[in-house]
Protein backbone atom coordinates (compact mmCIF):
# COMPACT_ATOMS: atom_id res chain seq x y z
CA UNK A 1 0.00 0.00 0.00
CA UNK A 2 1.40 3.39 -1.00
CA UNK A 3 2.14 6.19 2.04
CA UNK A 4 -1.14 8.18 0.69
CA UNK A 5 -3.41 4.91 0.89
CA UNK A 6 -2.17 4.22 4.40
CA UNK A 7 -3.34 7.72 5.53
CA UNK A 8 -6.30 7.62 3.70
CA UNK A 9 -7.73 3.99 4.69
CA UNK A 10 -8.73 4.20 8.44
CA UNK A 11 -10.89 7.40 6.97
CA UNK A 12 -12.09 5.32 3.94
CA UNK A 13 -12.85 2.65 6.78
CA UNK A 14 -14.34 4.67 8.89
CA UNK A 15 -17.00 6.56 5.62
CA UNK A 16 -17.57 3.06 4.55
CA UNK A 17 -18.84 2.29 8.69
CA UNK A 18 -20.88 5.26 8.41
CA UNK A 19 -22.79 4.41 5.23
CA UNK A 20 -23.51 0.97 5.32
CA UNK A 21 -24.11 1.23 9.17
CA UNK A 22 -26.26 4.44 8.76
CA UNK A 23 -28.28 2.81 5.68
CA UNK A 24 -28.89 -0.71 7.40
CA UNK A 25 -29.72 1.40 10.64
CA UNK A 26 -31.88 3.30 8.49
CA UNK A 27 -33.43 0.70 6.62
CA UNK A 28 -34.51 -1.43 9.81
CA UNK A 29 -35.67 1.15 11.92
CA UNK A 30 -38.35 2.16 9.13
CA UNK A 31 -39.73 -1.49 8.96
CA UNK A 32 -40.03 -2.07 12.24
CA UNK A 33 -43.08 0.11 12.31
CA UNK A 34 -45.08 -1.62 10.09
CA UNK A 35 -43.61 -5.27 10.36
CA UNK A 36 -46.59 -7.09 8.47
CA UNK A 37 -45.58 -5.03 5.79
CA UNK A 38 -42.04 -5.95 6.10
CA UNK A 39 -43.55 -9.76 6.22
CA UNK A 40 -45.38 -8.77 2.87
CA UNK A 41 -42.21 -7.40 1.41
CA UNK A 42 -40.15 -10.76 2.01
CA UNK A 43 -43.32 -12.71 0.75
CA UNK A 44 -43.71 -10.97 -2.65
CA UNK A 45 -40.42 -12.18 -3.41
CA UNK A 46 -41.61 -16.05 -3.20
CA UNK A 47 -38.65 -17.51 -3.12
CA UNK A 48 -39.20 -18.88 0.78
CA UNK A 49 -42.12 -20.85 2.42
CA UNK A 50 -44.85 -18.50 3.92
CA UNK A 51 -44.07 -19.26 7.49
CA UNK A 52 -40.62 -18.61 6.72
CA UNK A 53 -41.14 -15.44 5.15
CA UNK A 54 -43.37 -14.05 7.87
CA UNK A 55 -40.44 -15.14 10.09
CA UNK A 56 -37.42 -13.30 7.83
CA UNK A 57 -39.86 -9.78 7.70
CA UNK A 58 -40.30 -10.01 11.33
CA UNK A 59 -36.73 -10.48 12.56
CA UNK A 60 -34.59 -9.23 9.49
CA UNK A 61 -35.00 -5.57 10.32
CA UNK A 62 -33.62 -5.74 14.43
CA UNK A 63 -30.49 -7.83 12.41
CA UNK A 64 -30.33 -4.86 10.14
CA UNK A 65 -30.11 -2.22 13.16
CA UNK A 66 -27.35 -4.55 14.74
CA UNK A 67 -25.45 -4.98 12.15
CA UNK A 68 -25.98 -1.33 11.62
CA UNK A 69 -25.14 -0.30 15.43
CA UNK A 70 -21.73 -2.18 15.32
CA UNK A 71 -20.56 -0.42 11.89
CA UNK A 72 -21.20 2.59 13.33
CA UNK A 73 -19.44 2.11 17.07
CA UNK A 74 -17.02 0.23 15.21
CA UNK A 75 -17.16 -2.61 17.18
CA UNK A 76 -17.08 -6.06 15.50
CA UNK A 77 -16.36 -4.63 12.52
CA UNK A 78 -14.89 -6.85 10.56
CA UNK A 79 -17.42 -9.33 11.09
CA UNK A 80 -20.27 -6.71 10.85
CA UNK A 81 -18.54 -5.83 7.35
CA UNK A 82 -19.25 -9.62 6.18
CA UNK A 83 -22.45 -10.05 7.46
CA UNK A 84 -23.24 -6.44 5.49
CA UNK A 85 -22.02 -8.03 2.36
CA UNK A 86 -23.69 -11.44 2.66
CA UNK A 87 -27.00 -9.47 3.64
CA UNK A 88 -26.33 -7.51 0.27
CA UNK A 89 -25.23 -10.02 -2.00
CA UNK A 90 -28.72 -12.36 -0.31
CA UNK A 91 -30.80 -8.87 -1.33
CA UNK A 92 -29.03 -8.75 -5.28
CA UNK A 93 -30.08 -12.47 -5.74
CA UNK A 94 -33.54 -12.09 -4.54
CA UNK A 95 -34.52 -8.90 -6.37
CA UNK A 96 -32.64 -10.14 -9.89
CA UNK A 97 -34.59 -13.24 -9.25
CA UNK A 98 -37.68 -11.70 -8.78
CA UNK A 99 -36.81 -9.42 -12.23
CA UNK A 100 -36.11 -12.27 -14.06
CA UNK A 101 -39.04 -14.35 -13.16
CA UNK A 102 -41.35 -11.09 -14.09
CA UNK A 103 -42.25 -10.37 -10.63
CA UNK A 104 -43.46 -7.23 -9.91
CA UNK A 105 -42.92 -6.43 -6.82
CA UNK A 106 -41.36 -3.33 -4.47
CA UNK A 107 -37.97 -4.26 -3.26
CA UNK A 108 -39.33 -3.20 0.79
CA UNK A 109 -35.32 -2.61 1.22
CA UNK A 110 -36.99 1.03 3.61
CA UNK A 111 -39.93 0.43 4.43
CA UNK A 112 -42.76 -0.80 1.87
CA UNK A 113 -43.21 -3.98 -0.17
CA UNK A 114 -45.21 -6.13 -1.88
CA UNK A 115 -47.12 -6.71 -5.53
CA UNK A 116 -47.14 -3.13 -6.99
CA UNK A 117 -47.90 -2.30 -10.61
CA UNK A 118 -45.31 -3.18 -13.36
CA UNK A 119 -44.58 0.12 -14.38
CA UNK A 120 -43.39 0.67 -10.83
CA UNK A 121 -41.11 -1.83 -10.48
CA UNK A 122 -36.94 0.08 -10.32
CA UNK A 123 -34.99 -3.25 -10.01
CA UNK A 124 -31.62 -1.75 -12.01
CA UNK A 125 -31.29 0.94 -9.13
CA UNK A 126 -32.07 -1.25 -6.54
CA UNK A 127 -29.54 -3.70 -7.57
CA UNK A 128 -26.93 -1.41 -8.49
CA UNK A 129 -27.71 0.35 -5.30
CA UNK A 130 -26.91 -2.97 -3.20
CA UNK A 131 -23.68 -3.69 -4.89
CA UNK A 132 -22.34 -0.58 -3.97
CA UNK A 133 -23.18 -0.92 -0.39
CA UNK A 134 -21.70 -4.73 -0.97
CA UNK A 135 -18.09 -3.33 -2.00
CA UNK A 136 -18.22 -1.16 1.53
CA UNK A 137 -18.89 -4.48 3.28
CA UNK A 138 -16.20 -6.17 1.51
CA UNK A 139 -13.59 -2.79 2.13
CA UNK A 140 -14.49 -3.47 5.64
CA UNK A 141 -13.70 -6.80 6.09
CA UNK A 142 -10.19 -6.41 4.32
CA UNK A 143 -10.02 -3.44 6.83
CA UNK A 144 -11.69 -3.20 9.27
CA UNK A 145 -9.44 -0.44 11.84
CA UNK A 146 -10.42 2.83 11.06
CA UNK A 147 -10.78 6.24 12.70
CA UNK A 148 -13.29 6.74 15.90
CA UNK A 149 -14.00 3.24 16.09
CA UNK A 150 -14.25 1.44 19.70
CA UNK A 151 -11.94 -1.09 18.31
CA UNK A 152 -8.37 0.32 18.05
CA UNK B 1 -3.92 -3.53 18.76
CA UNK B 2 -0.32 -2.89 20.43
CA UNK B 3 -2.09 0.35 21.78
CA UNK B 4 -5.36 -1.43 23.31
CA UNK B 5 -5.97 -1.31 26.92
CA UNK B 6 -8.36 -2.72 28.88
CA UNK B 7 -10.84 0.10 29.20
CA UNK B 8 -11.08 -0.57 25.36
CA UNK B 9 -11.60 -3.84 24.99
CA UNK B 10 -14.68 -3.15 28.32
CA UNK B 11 -15.81 -0.53 26.35
CA UNK B 12 -16.58 -2.68 23.04
CA UNK B 13 -17.55 -5.85 25.02
CA UNK B 14 -20.13 -3.73 26.22
CA UNK B 15 -21.44 -2.59 22.93
CA UNK B 16 -20.96 -5.53 21.41
CA UNK B 17 -23.39 -6.98 24.06
CA UNK B 18 -26.16 -4.39 24.20
CA UNK B 19 -26.04 -4.59 20.47
CA UNK B 20 -26.80 -7.90 21.13
CA UNK B 21 -29.48 -7.49 23.85
CA UNK B 22 -30.94 -5.47 21.42
CA UNK B 23 -31.56 -7.88 18.61
CA UNK B 24 -32.88 -10.80 20.37
CA UNK B 25 -35.41 -8.44 22.72
CA UNK B 26 -36.05 -7.10 19.40
CA UNK B 27 -36.99 -10.28 17.22
CA UNK B 28 -38.86 -11.92 20.52
CA UNK B 29 -40.80 -8.56 20.70
CA UNK B 30 -41.68 -8.75 17.15
CA UNK B 31 -42.86 -12.24 16.76
CA UNK B 32 -44.83 -12.45 20.24
CA UNK B 33 -46.87 -9.11 18.68
CA UNK B 34 -47.23 -10.53 15.39
CA UNK B 35 -49.53 -13.37 16.17
CA UNK B 36 -53.21 -13.84 16.37
CA UNK B 37 -55.33 -13.70 19.30
CA UNK B 38 -58.35 -15.22 19.51
CA UNK B 39 -59.41 -13.37 23.28
CA UNK B 40 -59.60 -10.22 20.91
CA UNK B 41 -63.64 -9.06 20.18
CA UNK B 42 -64.43 -10.01 17.07
CA UNK B 43 -67.51 -8.57 14.61
CA UNK B 44 -70.38 -11.78 14.97
CA UNK B 45 -70.24 -12.01 10.99
CA UNK B 46 -66.62 -13.11 11.60
CA UNK B 47 -65.22 -16.50 10.76
CA UNK B 48 -61.68 -17.45 12.25
CA UNK B 49 -61.48 -19.90 10.05
CA UNK B 50 -62.08 -17.93 7.17
CA UNK B 51 -58.98 -15.79 8.40
CA UNK B 52 -61.08 -13.44 10.59
CA UNK B 53 -62.36 -11.88 7.72
CA UNK B 54 -66.31 -10.83 7.81
CA UNK B 55 -68.24 -13.38 6.26
CA UNK B 56 -71.30 -12.53 4.26
CA UNK B 57 -73.49 -15.43 2.75
CA UNK B 58 -71.83 -18.37 4.99
CA UNK B 59 -73.28 -21.09 3.23
CA UNK B 60 -73.46 -20.24 0.12
CA UNK B 61 -70.75 -21.21 -2.71
CA UNK B 62 -68.27 -20.81 -4.48
CA UNK B 63 -66.50 -18.42 -1.85
CA UNK B 64 -64.99 -15.24 -2.96
CA UNK B 65 -62.16 -13.50 -0.48
CA UNK B 66 -61.98 -9.67 -1.12
CA UNK B 67 -58.75 -8.57 0.77
CA UNK B 68 -58.74 -4.89 0.98
CA UNK B 69 -57.25 -1.62 2.73
CA UNK B 70 -59.76 0.94 3.12
CA UNK B 71 -57.06 3.73 2.07
CA UNK B 72 -55.60 2.06 -1.04
CA UNK B 73 -56.55 3.63 -4.17
CA UNK B 74 -56.41 0.82 -5.33
CA UNK B 75 -59.11 -0.64 -3.77
CA UNK B 76 -61.59 2.10 -4.41
CA UNK B 77 -60.97 1.92 -7.80
CA UNK B 78 -61.88 -1.53 -7.51
CA UNK B 79 -64.83 -0.94 -5.51
CA UNK B 80 -66.09 1.69 -8.08
CA UNK B 81 -65.78 -0.54 -10.58
CA UNK B 82 -66.72 -3.97 -9.95
CA UNK B 83 -68.76 -3.12 -6.19
CA UNK B 84 -72.02 -2.51 -7.76
CA UNK B 85 -72.18 -6.39 -9.68
CA UNK B 86 -70.33 -7.91 -6.72
CA UNK B 87 -73.11 -6.41 -4.01
CA UNK B 88 -75.61 -7.76 -6.68
CA UNK B 89 -73.92 -11.49 -5.99
CA UNK B 90 -74.02 -10.80 -2.33
CA UNK B 91 -77.78 -9.92 -2.18
CA UNK B 92 -78.57 -12.81 -4.48
CA UNK B 93 -76.62 -15.42 -2.30
CA UNK B 94 -75.02 -16.18 -5.49
CA UNK B 95 -71.56 -16.34 -3.48
CA UNK B 96 -69.97 -16.55 0.10
CA UNK B 97 -68.24 -13.30 0.10
CA UNK B 98 -65.50 -12.39 2.70
CA UNK B 99 -63.96 -9.31 3.27
CA UNK B 100 -60.44 -8.93 4.71
CA UNK B 101 -59.67 -5.12 6.25
CA UNK B 102 -56.37 -4.82 6.02
CA UNK B 103 -53.97 -1.82 7.96
CA UNK B 104 -50.67 -1.84 6.20
CA UNK B 105 -51.10 1.54 5.57
CA UNK B 106 -51.80 3.26 9.08
CA UNK B 107 -53.68 4.24 11.92
CA UNK B 108 -56.39 5.80 9.73
CA UNK B 109 -57.02 2.03 7.98
CA UNK B 110 -57.62 0.68 11.36
CA UNK B 111 -59.91 3.39 11.63
CA UNK B 112 -61.86 2.41 8.58
CA UNK B 113 -61.74 -1.52 9.70
CA UNK B 114 -63.25 -0.85 12.75
CA UNK B 115 -65.91 1.62 11.82
CA UNK B 116 -66.91 -1.13 8.81
CA UNK B 117 -66.75 -3.92 11.66
CA UNK B 118 -69.25 -1.99 13.41
CA UNK B 119 -71.27 -1.47 10.79
CA UNK B 120 -71.57 -5.20 9.68
CA UNK B 121 -72.47 -5.85 13.49
CA UNK B 122 -75.96 -3.82 12.49
CA UNK B 123 -76.23 -5.32 8.73
CA UNK B 124 -74.58 -2.38 7.34
CA UNK B 125 -71.41 -3.78 6.15
CA UNK B 126 -71.97 -3.60 2.35
CA UNK B 127 -73.30 0.07 2.50
CA UNK B 128 -70.25 0.60 5.39
CA UNK B 129 -67.60 -0.07 2.43
CA UNK B 130 -68.71 1.95 -0.33
CA UNK B 131 -69.32 4.89 1.93
CA UNK B 132 -65.91 4.66 3.12
CA UNK B 133 -64.27 4.40 0.14
CA UNK B 134 -66.49 7.32 -1.20
CA UNK B 135 -65.05 8.96 1.94
CA UNK B 136 -61.48 8.00 1.11
CA UNK B 137 -58.81 10.78 1.39
CA UNK B 138 -56.71 11.89 -1.46
CA UNK B 139 -53.49 10.72 0.46
CA UNK B 140 -52.63 8.07 3.48
CA UNK B 141 -53.52 9.29 7.40
CA UNK B 142 -53.86 12.68 6.45
CA UNK B 143 -55.88 13.08 9.46
CA UNK B 144 -59.42 13.13 7.67
CA UNK B 145 -60.55 10.12 9.76
CA UNK B 146 -59.45 11.21 13.08
CA UNK B 147 -61.92 12.08 15.26
CA UNK B 148 -65.85 11.51 14.52
CA UNK B 149 -65.48 11.17 11.06
CA UNK B 150 -66.64 7.86 10.77
CA UNK B 151 -69.75 8.93 12.99
CA UNK B 152 -70.29 11.05 10.17
CA UNK B 153 -69.87 8.36 7.35
CA UNK B 154 -72.10 6.36 9.64
CA UNK B 155 -74.64 8.74 9.63
CA UNK B 156 -74.38 9.31 5.13
CA UNK B 157 -76.19 5.66 4.98
CA UNK B 158 -78.52 6.20 7.95
CA UNK B 159 -76.31 4.33 10.39
CA UNK B 160 -76.98 6.76 13.81
CA UNK B 161 -77.49 3.82 16.47
CA UNK B 162 -76.33 4.48 20.16
CA UNK B 163 -74.70 0.69 20.00
CA UNK B 164 -72.88 1.74 16.85
CA UNK B 165 -71.40 5.32 17.52
CA UNK B 166 -69.76 3.53 20.94
CA UNK B 167 -68.48 0.72 19.02
CA UNK B 168 -66.52 3.40 16.73
CA UNK B 169 -65.45 5.56 20.24
CA UNK B 170 -64.52 2.40 22.10
CA UNK B 171 -62.51 1.06 18.78
CA UNK B 172 -64.00 -2.42 19.70
CA UNK B 173 -62.55 -3.90 17.25
CA UNK B 174 -59.17 -2.20 16.74
CA UNK B 175 -57.20 -5.44 18.02
CA UNK B 176 -59.43 -7.62 15.41
CA UNK B 177 -57.53 -5.71 12.65
CA UNK B 178 -53.94 -6.96 13.97
CA UNK B 179 -55.61 -10.59 13.30
CA UNK B 180 -56.78 -10.03 10.17
CA UNK B 181 -53.22 -8.93 9.12
CA UNK B 182 -52.33 -11.88 10.70
CA UNK B 183 -54.42 -14.23 8.63
CA UNK B 184 -53.87 -12.59 5.65
CA UNK B 185 -50.00 -13.04 6.04
CA UNK B 186 -50.87 -16.89 6.66
CA UNK B 187 -53.17 -16.82 3.62
CA UNK B 188 -49.69 -14.92 1.01
CA UNK B 189 -51.47 -11.93 0.68
CA UNK B 190 -49.15 -9.34 -0.96
CA UNK B 191 -50.81 -6.90 -2.42
CA UNK B 192 -54.27 -4.88 -1.85
CA UNK B 193 -56.74 -5.47 -3.04
CA UNK B 194 -56.23 -9.15 -3.63
CA UNK B 195 -59.62 -10.98 -4.95
CA UNK B 196 -60.13 -14.65 -5.01
CA UNK B 197 -62.18 -17.13 -5.74
CA UNK B 198 -62.18 -20.53 -4.07
CA UNK B 199 -58.60 -19.87 -3.07
CA UNK B 200 -57.56 -18.38 -6.26
CA UNK B 201 -56.59 -15.21 -7.04
CA UNK B 202 -58.38 -13.60 -10.07
CA UNK B 203 -55.42 -11.74 -12.72
CA UNK B 204 -54.68 -7.97 -11.14
CA UNK B 205 -53.39 -6.66 -14.26
CA UNK B 206 -56.57 -7.24 -16.21
CA UNK B 207 -59.53 -8.49 -14.26
CA UNK B 208 -59.59 -5.88 -11.48
CA UNK B 209 -59.68 -2.85 -13.92
CA UNK B 210 -62.24 -4.44 -16.26
CA UNK B 211 -66.00 -5.13 -15.09
CA UNK B 212 -66.72 -7.37 -18.93
CA UNK B 213 -63.82 -9.39 -17.60
CA UNK B 214 -64.39 -9.06 -13.91
CA UNK B 215 -67.69 -10.39 -14.40
CA UNK B 216 -66.41 -13.24 -16.72
CA UNK B 217 -63.84 -14.13 -13.70
CA UNK B 218 -66.42 -14.38 -11.49
CA UNK B 219 -68.71 -16.71 -13.63
CA UNK B 220 -65.77 -18.94 -14.71
CA UNK B 221 -65.02 -19.44 -10.54
CA UNK B 222 -68.50 -20.75 -10.49
CA UNK B 223 -70.87 -17.99 -9.62
CA UNK B 224 -74.14 -18.75 -11.50
Known sequence: M?????????????I??????????????????????????????????????NFLGYSLPWVEIGIGLLLVT???????????????LAFIIAISQAWARGLSIDCGCFGGGGTIDPSQTKYLSEIIRDIGLMALGIYLYFYPKGRFGIEK | ??????????????????????????????????????????????????????????????????????????????????GEYLNEVIAQKKAKVVFHPLTFIGPESIIAANAVACAADENKFVDMNLALYKNQASSENSGKWQGD???????????????????VADGKYVK????????????????TPTIRIDGKDLDRNTEYGDPVKFKAALTAGGVK
Open chain 1, 2 to 14: GDKLKIAQPWLTL
Open chain 1, 16 to 53: CRLVLGGVLIAAGVLKIGNLQKSAMAVRAYELLPISLA
Open chain 1, 74 to 88: GALVRFAGLVGAITM
Open chain 2, 1 to 82: MATNNSGDKGTRNLVIAMVAFIVVVGVIFSLVSNRSNSNYAVPATVSEADGYGIVLNPTSTPKIDVYLDYQCPACRAFELIN
Open chain 2, 149 to 167: AMLAVGDSIGLRSDSFKKC
Open chain 2, 176 to 191: WTGNVSVASGKANINS
